[in-house]
């Protein structure tokens, strides 16, 4: 997949698409640490690559960005690794792109230790 990130996020971060883009700048505006696209055994079999893993919350993200039968299936299997692990995760769509404060704030806050600071 390294040879699909060409889009770059103000923090230097290679991403694959805008959706990602914005998401690695709110992170980063707010100063959230995250690491992108790591490697992870979720569980004993399988390997997945979160799209955003955020160490001090203990949360992933994933960004859903198509909508086609085929990605739609691996969006399940993944979202279902995610909840038999027991892992929090935090899924967010191309319609959450504009309103990442609503959506990814709220979301964040719910899991947080500390109140997300707007910009």
């Known amino acids: 997949m390294e040879d699909k990130k060409t889009l770059r996020a103000v923090d230097g971060t290679l991403v694959q698409s805008d959706g990602e883009r914005r998401i690695a700048e709110w992170l980063a505006a707010r100063g959230i640490a995250y690491r992108y696209d790591a490697r992870?055994?979720?569980i004993e079999g399988f390997?997945?690559?979160?799209d955003f893993y955020l160490p001090?919350?203990?949360v992933y993200i994933e960004y859903w960005g198509l909508d086609t039968p085929r990605y739609?299936?691996?969006m399940y299997l993944k979202?279902?690794?995610y909840m038999h692990a027991?892992?929090?995760?935090i899924s967010l769509y191309p319609e959450d792109k504009t309103r990442l404060d609503d959506t990814l704030g709220a979301k964040l806050a719910h899991f947080g230790r500390c109140e997300v600071r707007r910009t």
């Open 40 to 42: 992870l055994r979720i």
């Open 47 to 50: 390997q997945i690559r979160p």
């Open 56 to 58: 001090e919350y203990d």
């Open 72 to 74: 739609k299936d691996g």
């Open 79 to 81: 979202q279902d690794l």
């Open 86 to 89: 027991g892992k929090r995760l």
